[in-house]
């Protein structure tokens, strides 16, 4: 069993981005079909942020794949024949190509009066960012999300995760369910629209309140965060460094008391968070004393057994390949056979405890002709138009 | 019934979402809920949800984290540790279309408020769990913040061997695992609207930090940590007014621009000089010339409430503003997506605790003295208490 909430819809994939590849599969992982046109003769921009093909391998997973050439005149009447039967299309061409191929929201409608309509791009068509090139420096210093060692020194980019695509991606599917429920009770059609620069706001949102008289507002530089005695990264015997979150009073206690130091857990010198913080890096020597004693394992099996928050801190994310937790839950996942197998992130939710049908990513054009073929053109037509080079298909096997 | 002030398409309009959460995993999918448009009815216990607790400067007893995660919604309070308070609760969520929570697996079952249970009476309820680990896995049962599920999840970094691990600087997992949760349950709002079927949607803070670091590229063991950019002339400059500016002369023609414009010729500028040249103008006046030259340039901001104070009023997408009873108009995240151009985000502020209680309760069928009644056994606090309970 699969998750099938979706499996009524049919999803065009016009995305050339990982962000937009990646909210395609959602709908894919949410159990519609996905037929992801890869396009050729299309001009998309010379950067670093299009899809490549590792990403690929990620974001076109559970897909089926078409190979159009954009250069030809018929590779229109081919996409009109895709869209014609499907229920969403999804893409990040970019306003200018968007309308050099006839995709302008509303320009299709006529054609397709059924289609929702979802375009993810890098910047909004106006506001902070608007008019500058595809480029992730230039959306982080725009944002604000660049990280500042030290007071004073040298903004660098948060480069561990890639800010705003991924969560750009779930706003396109949730513009599109929004669409589509809007479409299922009033029958109105519509184009939702966001971008990664939104997709850049959200994580760095929460708790960020401006206001014109709020004095004391840091909107100059960064600020030295101050330590929460009982919270931190700590260095275990073994070298293994594990985080410990006693964040709450209890849980804060209850690192005291497995450290024995009862008389610090009862002190209300230290009971609430921000008393924990006048003398955090006092507090954290403490721990820190204490944990260096230990092995990781030993350490991890106390604070769990107490109910603190811990994890020892992996080098990389791969790492959760060999973890129980993460492979049992499907979090982390093997993808495909033989040489072509690779270990993915896996489940992203599940429904009535059912997870994603995870398929690996069709080579370029796998399924031209079975998808042409479905959509109700002879063999005979889609002969043709493989001669003549508007769709095209791999050899079998090939990648 | 509409309370809120709201602008907008709203196309869960007469939706009714049941909202049981802390902190920020389950709060923003529930305001994503009230921001399309639902009646989300946000139940906090009566010394109030965390996030509220985690004081501020400005807001004081109210901590920001509250404040953006729960603007759109009601409020109200009910202790279901009270066996009168319990049964209410049940009675609203079986009443509802949709209910969130982010407690911890296993929790709401101590209290007769499982999933299985409540569909058992109600079939086509929806309900969305947002865990920390997961809701299966040996770890499901653990308590789980946004940090620990950093350092699991390998997005901790040491700059050196030796070094202390360091988180990437941004929210992940909190962040989008109510953002995924969110998308499947729209899904199966859909799904319900087609078949009468509710179902229970599940995803956690772990997953959400995963889809973060995980959308690249398959993990390969041998991964090398991704470093900042090593190109100098794709790199910050500090400008004359202490501001820094990030040049993006990556490409060729980028490059003989701003030689044009540092040096009078189309050979690229070292990073030497291309420093000099922003250190003598201001970060507007070197963007603005860079930028007229066709050198890709922005100011960096130094953080998030940067970027709000300059949109605020004139972007919606960047920033939207509630009017706060107290300290008058804030500005917070903005509207996440739009359809036909429309944002969907609402402009309510973030309910006082047990703001809505009577007025909510009143809604749902209890006559004034049944609230009294539960009131008076601690099973429900109305603003008018809260104060009171609060202090106490």
Not at chain 1, 168 to 193: H, K, N, P
Not at chain 1, 232 to 253: I, L, M, N, S, Y
Not at chain 2, 130 to 150: K, M
Not at chain 2, 370 to 377: A, G, H, I, Q
Request: aromatic share 6%; with cysteine; glycine share 12%.
């Amino acid at each position: 069993m699969s998750i099938s909430l979706l499996s009524d819809l049919t999803v065009v994939d016009l995305t050339t981005t990982p962000a937009g590849a990646t909210a395609a599969r959602l709908y894919a992982d949410l159990g519609a079909r996905v037929i992801r046109i890869e396009a050729t003769g299309i001009e998309t921009p010379e950067d670093d942020v299009g899809l490549s093909p590792e990403a690929g391998l990620v974001a076109n997973r559970s897909k089926e794949s078409v190979a159009i050439d954009f250069a030809s005149r018929e590779s229109s009447d081919v996409l009109a024949r895709l869209l014609g039967q499907a229920d969403l299309l999804v893409e990040d061409l970019g306003a200018e190509v968007r309308a050099g191929i006839g995709l302008a929201c509303g320009e299709h409608r006529a054609a397709h009066p059924s289609l929702v309509h979802v375009a993810l791009d890098w910047w909004p068509e106006s506001g902070a960012g608007a008019g500058l090139p595809r480029s992730r420096e230039l959306l982080q210093a725009t944002v604000g999300t660049m990280v500042f060692d030290a007071p004073g020194g040298a903004p660098r980019p948060v480069s561990a995760v890639p800010v705003g695509e991924p969560t750009a991606a779930t706003f396109a599917v949730m513009a599109g369910l929004s669409a589509l429920l809007r479409r299922d009770a009033t029958g109105v059609v519509s184009c939702g629209s966001t971008s990664v620069y939104q997709g850049a706001i959200q994580p760095a949102s929460t708790g960020v309140v401006y206001a014109e008289d709020d004095q004391e507002a840091d909107t100059t530089g960064p600020v030295a965060r101050r330590a929460l005695g009982g919270f931190g990264p700590f260095e275990c015997a073994d070298g293994e460094w594990v985080f410990v979150a006693g964040w709450t009073d209890r849980q804060f206690q209850a690192v005291c008391r497995l450290a024995g130091y009862d008389h610090i857990a009862e002190d209300p010198a230290y009971g609430s968070r921000s008393l924990r913080q006048e003398t955090g890096e006092d507090l954290n020597a403490i721990v820190a004393a204490w944990v260096s004693g230990l092995q990781s394992n030993d350490l991890i099996d106390q604070l769990r057994s107490a109910r603190v928050p811990v994890a020892r801190i992996a080098q990389t994310t791969a790492q959760l390949i060999h973890d129980s937790h993460a492979v049992e839950t499907g979090m982390v996942t093997q993808v495909g056979n033989g040489a072509d197998q690779s270990w993915q992130i896996g489940t992203v939710f599940e429904v009535a405890g059912e997870r994603p049908d995870i398929r690996p990513a069709p080579a370029p054009g796998a399924d031209s002709i079975a998808v042409l073929e479905r959509l109700g053109l002879t063999s005979d037509e889609v002969s043709d138009l493989l001669r003549r080079g508007v769709i095209s298909q791999p050899e079998r096997g090939a990648r | 019934m509409p309370i809120l002030q709201q602008s907008g398409h709203r196309v869960l309009e007469g939706l009714r979402v049941i909202d049981y959460t802390v902190m920020i995993a389950g709060s923003t999918a529930g305001r994503l809920f009230a921001e399309l448009g639902a009646d989300v009815i946000h139940v906090e216990p009566p010394y109030g949800d965390d996030g509220r607790n985690s004081t501020t400067k400005f807001l004081g007893s109210e901590g920001t984290i509250f404040t953006v995660g729960n603007r759109s919604k009601r409020g109200i309070v009910i202790d279901i540790r009270n066996p009168d308070g319990r049964d209410l609760f049940e009675r609203l969520v079986l009443a509802a279309d949709v209910f969130i929570e982010n407690t911890t697996p296993g929790v709401l079952e101590k209290f007769g408020l499982g999933y299985e249970h409540l569909s058992s009476v109600k079939p086509d309820l929806i309900q969305l769990s947002v865990s920390g680990w997961g809701a299966t896995g040996p770890l499901s049962r653990d308590p789980g913040y946004e940090v620990v599920i950093q350092a699991y999840s390998g997005a901790m970094k040491q700059d050196a061997p030796g070094e202390v691990p360091r988180g990437p600087g941004i929210l992940m997992g909190d962040s989008t695992g109510p953002l995924l949760g969110t998308v499947g349950a729209l899904a199966a709002l859909r799904r319900r609207n087609q078949t009468g079927e509710g179902t229970h949607v599940t995803s956690s803070v772990l997953q959400g930090a995963l889809f973060q670091m995980g959308t690249h590229a398959p993990l390969a063991e041998d991964e090398q940590s991704t470093s900042a950019s090593a190109d100098p002339l794709n790199a910050p400059f500090r400008a004359k007014d202490g501001a820094w500016v990030w040049v993006a002369a990556k490409r060729p023609a980028a490059r003989e621009a701003l030689g044009k414009l540092v040096q009078g010729q189309t050979e690229a500028p070292t990073a030497e000089q291309a420093a000099a040249w922003v250190s003598a103008r201001s970060a507007a006046e070197a963007v603005r010339q860079l930028g007229d030259m066709g050198v890709p340039a922005a100011r960096v901001r130094a953080g998030l409430g940067d970027l709000f104070r300059d949109m605020a009023g004139h972007d919606e997408l960047s920033t939207i503003g509630v009017t706060h009873p107290e300290k008058g108009q804030l500005w917070t995240v903005g509207s996440h997506f739009e359809v036909d151009g429309t944002s969907f985000a609402s402009r309510a502020p973030a309910p006082r605790l047990g703001e809505h209680t009577r007025e909510v309760l009143t809604e749902f069928g209890l006559r004034a003295d049944e609230v009294s009644r539960l009131e008076e056994s601690g099973a429900v606090v109305d603003l008018r208490d809260s104060a009171r309970v609060a202090a106490g």
